[in-house]
């Protein structure tokens, strides 16, 4: 990363507008939860059907929003759809792209909001892979280009992992860690790029095993989704995996657990080579989520993991105030 400095044009905390560029289920989700936290936000999104599409999303997170608090002065009201990018961005204090998962479109895009952005304001990327390094190659100004990954649905889930590449300066990631911190994420910056960042290269791995086992008919979606709703992820909610494995070493902690099962890491469970995604197996995991939600839509789902998410975060005492 760049040692210069690129100056802020205001600190984190003095913040009040926030551009929202992509505005699909992440793009939308980070515009809830701006709104939620008291910010004026405009957004920018393409497709023609894209402000009936996001103001439909806000609203249906609003009563989440509302159950774990608003900021002072919080309202729906506060969002600006614009007809064009440069309207969005002219008057932002911090930008948060979420356009479609394309290297090159990310690239161009990040290019043009560079160009039409008010300098020295940080440009994020909600990129769920890209390292910054590789989408920070056309702006004439990559010093100020961070990658902010969210996770799904970013108005409820605290984490964002936050890192710079090669161009970007220091303090760009810095301002932008403690500005999401402001505005009531939980991150993580991390000092070097990996690809998958660190959870989604958690989550990647487990998902590819999940994939190869579908693929073979050895378990069903529905089985595989309770193994971990049932099992494992009771626990990762409030302890992460390391620390949950040191206490399956009983008094002798992670020493004893390695010494005991450190042995299994060598056996034959793993298929970490990614499977083939052919139409067989794309078939069968889109039949197998239809068999598991039994019937419940996309907007009854939406609505049971928002209430699971904040009773979770309730029940392990993560419900902050408002801002
Ligand atoms: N869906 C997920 O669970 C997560 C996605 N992400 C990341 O967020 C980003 C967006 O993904 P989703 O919201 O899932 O996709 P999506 O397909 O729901 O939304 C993408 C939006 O971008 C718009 N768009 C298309 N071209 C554009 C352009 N040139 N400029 C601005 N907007 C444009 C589309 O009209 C659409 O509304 C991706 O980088 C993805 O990797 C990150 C974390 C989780
Ligand atoms: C599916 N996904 C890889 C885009 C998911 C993420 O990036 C994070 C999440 O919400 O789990």
Redesign the pocket.
């Known amino acids: 990363m760049s040692a210069a400095t690129t100056p802020a044009p205001c600190s984190p905390e003095d913040v009040r507008r926030v551009a929202c560029i992509g505005a699909g289920v992440i793009g939308g989700g980070w515009v809830a939860h701006f709104l939620a936290r008291g910010y004026d936000v405009t957004a920018w999104d393409p497709a023609p059907d894209a402000e009936d599409k996001l103001r439909r999303l806000v609203a249906a997170a609003w009563p989440a929003l509302e159950q774990i608090g608003l900021a002072d002065g919080a309202s729906q009201d506060r969002l600006t759809v614009t007809a064009t990018l440069a309207e969005a961005v002219a008057d932002a204090q911090f930008i948060q792209e979420s356009a479609p998962?394309k290297l090159e479109l990310k690239r161009s895009l990040l290019a043009e909001l560079d160009a039409a952005a008010p300098a020295g304001v940080v440009i994020a990327s909600s990129t769920?892979?890209y390292p910054m390094t590789d989408m920070q190659t056309e702006a004439a100004d990559p010093a100020r280009l961070v990658v902010g990954?969210?996770?799904?649905p970013p108005y409820l889930?605290p984490l964002v992992e936050v890192v710079g590449g090669e161009r970007t300066d220091a303090a760009a990631v810095e301002w932008s860690a403690r500005f999401y911190d402001v505005a009531g994420k939980s991150v993580i910056t991390m000092d070097r790029e990996l690809p998958g960042f660190i959870?989604?290269r958690l989550?990647?791995a487990l998902w590819r095993e999940a994939l190869h086992m579908v693929a073979n008919g050895e378990a069903s979606v529905e089985d595989i989704d309770a193994s971990i709703t049932e099992g494992p992820g009771l626990r990762w909610a409030f302890m992460g995996p390391c620390l949950t494995f040191a206490l399956a070493g009983g008094e002798g902690g992670m020493a004893h657990m390695l010494d005991h099962f450190g042995p299994s890491l060598k056996s034959p469970w793993t298929r970490l080579e990614a499977p083939e995604l052919d139409r067989t197996l794309r078939d069968a995991m889109v039949d197998g989520c239809e068999e598991a939600a039994k019937g419940r839509d996309y907007a009854q789902l939406v609505a049971e993991r928002d209430q699971g998410v904040i009773d979770v975060l309730r029940a392990t005492g993560r419900l902050g105030g408002a801002r």
């Open positions: 998962e769920s892979g990954h969210p996770f799904n889930i959870a989604n989550q990647e």
